[in-house]
């Protein structure tokens, strides 16, 4: 009886050292997303290139922050902006301003989750609203998301 219970003993010891070993030598990270925007009107037409600025206006641990996002060119040569600082700022969540060429056109909210699974670490979208709706990840993938301008 000793000797089954000194086994067992032996047995949930190694198993218990191997499975917290299992991540040892893995360091796996990936860090949230970059975040490009497409501007698009009430007729789903791409009317990024009508702006010049897109700047993101937020308050984090009570301090004002502000992100310009800048302006890119994709492929097929369309207009859209980048930030690739909202995922890192979002973690708790934040609800910014959108202001275009210097007029708030509405308030985005993002929310991303840092997640640990399978010895990595990653982030999750949670939540991305425009005006409190859903902003949309099209099917081209050139752009993360499409935001309506009212």
């Known amino acids: 009886m000793k000797r089954n219970i000194t086994i067992?003993?032996?047995?949930l010891s190694v198993w218990i050292c191997?499975?917290?070993?299992?991540?040892?030598?893995?360091?796996?990270?990936?860090?949230p997303p970059n975040f490009v925007f497409k501007i698009v009107d009430k007729n789903n037409q791409n009317i990024s290139s009508s702006f010049s600025e897109f700047t993101l206006?937020?308050?984090k641990n009570g301090t004002a922050k502000e992100e310009k996002l800048s302006k890119v060119?994709?492929?097929?040569?369309?207009?859209?902006?980048?930030?690739?600082?909202?995922?890192?700022?979002?973690?708790?969540?934040i609800l910014?301003?959108?202001?275009?060429?210097?007029?708030v056109r509405g308030k985005?909210?993002?929310k991303m989750v840092e997640k640990n699974e399978d010895c990595c670490?990653?982030?999750e979208l949670e939540k991305l609203t425009f005006n409190e709706q859903a902003i949309s990840n099209p099917k081209d993938q050139e752009y993360s998301y499409l935001l309506l301008v009212p």
Not at 8 to 11: D, H, K, L, R, V
Not at 18 to 31: S, V
Not at 74 to 84: H, L, M, N, Y
Not at 96 to 103: I, T
């Open 108 to 110: 985005l909210f993002c």
């Open 57 to 59: 206006k937020y308050s």
């Open 121 to 123: 670490s990653f982030f």
């Open 73 to 93: 060119t994709t492929a097929s040569q369309q207009a859209a902006f980048r930030t690739v600082n909202l995922g890192w700022e979002s973690t708790d969540g």
């Open 18 to 31: 191997t499975a917290c070993d299992k991540c040892k030598d893995i360091a796996c990270f990936t860090p």
């Open 96 to 103: 910014a301003d959108v202001v275009l060429d210097g007029n």
């Open 8 to 11: 067992a003993f032996i047995s």
